[in-house]
């Protein structure tokens, strides 16, 4: 697969597919998805579209990969999640305490954020 940045194509000829930031969390000696729950309560996976982004709502030392929708939703789906929410501005801690809060209006935990189904 090529780099984005390089403008390259896939051995295929097709331009590579967008790949999403993906926070994950340590686990024993790999690194798992991590999960979110929306103001309704459902849980979601999250993505981002820019490193910037995933920082700006998770903090700046959150680990993080690279993955397509569809290699993501492969990862997500077997374990009952089917949605994954791209872009949330807010994220809150498990008991509601924000972790960060970006100016804008609301305070829930996903303001203005894509879900795909």
Not at 22 to 28: A, G, Y
Not at 54 to 60: E, R, S, T
């Amino acid at each position: 697969m090529a780099d984005r940045r390089s403008g390259e194509l896939t051995p295929g000829g097709q331009a590579p597919t967008d790949l999403l930031y993906v926070p994950v969390r340590p686990e024993r000696r790999c690194y798992v998805t991590c999960f979110f729950r929306t103001p309704s309560g459902c849980r979601t996976a999250v993505a981002f579209t820019s490193c910037a982004r995933l920082l700006a709502a998770l903090g700046q030392d959150h680990p993080w990969i690279r993955l397509s929708v569809t290699a993501l939703r492969a990862l997500t789906a077997p374990l009952g999640c089917p949605t994954i929410t791209v872009d949330p501005q807010v994220s809150v801690r498990p008991g509601g305490t924000p972790l960060r809060t970006r100016p804008g209006p609301g305070t829930s935990l996903l303001p203005g954020a894509r879900v795909n189904r």
